[in-house]
T-cell receptor, first 113, second 110 residues
Framework: DGGITQSPKYLFRKEGQNVTLSCEQN?????MYWYRQDPGQGLRLIYY???????QKGDIAEGYSVSREKKESFPLTVTSAQKNPTAFYLC????????????FGSGTRLTVV | QKEVEQDPGPLSVPEGAIVSLNCTYS??????FMWYRQYSRKGPELLMY????GNKEDGRFTAQVDKSSKYISLFIRDSQPSDSATYLC??????????FGQGTRLTINP
């Protein structure tokens, strides 16, 4: 079955550490997105990529970094510069050129300990 | 002012009630309108998809778009406890990025 896989489901980070969240899709989608969701808030866009080796900042990119070396993969690194990283992180993908909506992964819950 | 406004709720109704969820938007160029359902600690899943104005029905769910008023709605008939979730509206202009509402948390009480 085609879909998006996010791992791990739960992640704990110590203060000052960088952590990387994985996102893999086998839908043959060109575009991929990272969102952050905090309790009672909507989705906030961190980064997006519409093609391999290219990506753009979203609304809240500070303290985060991404890479897009393969079409299937769009990992997100939460750096120590992100002062409030505890949140639910969602990865999504979509086709480009048409609009059939996004397919989301099941999310990664990141907690700073 | 946000491009898309959605009442975050929470909304609590008895089982069997008709539920109405709504979003308003400011960008008249939006053409694609969607509703996503998100269960707790899960990713959102696409529930309804509408292009331009009009109604779309799928089982107990009806999506309405009124472009003249810049207003979209999702109706749930004969609501069930399994409908308890957060519902997010989303919309876009052409093949542009989706703009999401804040989400409405809905609880259906048995």
């Amino acid at each position: 079955d085609g879909g998006i896989t996010q791992s791990p489901k739960y992640l704990f980070r110590k203060e000052g550490q960088n952590v990387t969240l994985s996102c893999e899709q086998n839908l043959n989608h060109d575009a991929m997105y990272w969102y952050r969701q905090d309790p009672g808030q909507g989705l906030r866009l961190i980064y997006y990529s519409q093609i391999v080796n290219d990506f753009q900042k979203g609304d809240i990119a500070e303290g985060y970094s991404v890479s897009r070396e393969k079409k299937e993969s769009f990992p997100l690194t939460v750096t120590s510069a992100q002062k409030n990283p505890t949140a639910f992180y969602l990865c999504a993908s979509s086709q480009t050129g048409v609009n059939y909506g996004y397919t989301f992964g099941s999310g990664t819950r990141l907690t700073v300990v | 002012q946000k491009e898309v406004e959605q009442d975050p709720g929470p909304l609590s109704v008895p089982e069997g009630a008709i539920v109405s969820l709504n979003c308003t938007y400011s960008n008249s160029a939006f053409q694609y309108f969607m509703w996503y359902r998100q269960y707790s600690r899960k990713g959102p899943e696409l529930l309804m998809y509408t292009y331009s104005s009009g109604n779309k029905e799928d089982g107990r769910f009806t999506a309405q778009v009124d472009k003249s008023s810049k207003y979209i709605s999702l109706f749930i008939r004969d609501s069930q406890p399994s409908d308890s979730a957060t519902y997010l509206c989303a919309m876009s202009q052409g093949a542009q990025k989706l703009v999401f509402g804040q989400g409405t948390r809905l609880t259906i009480n048995p």
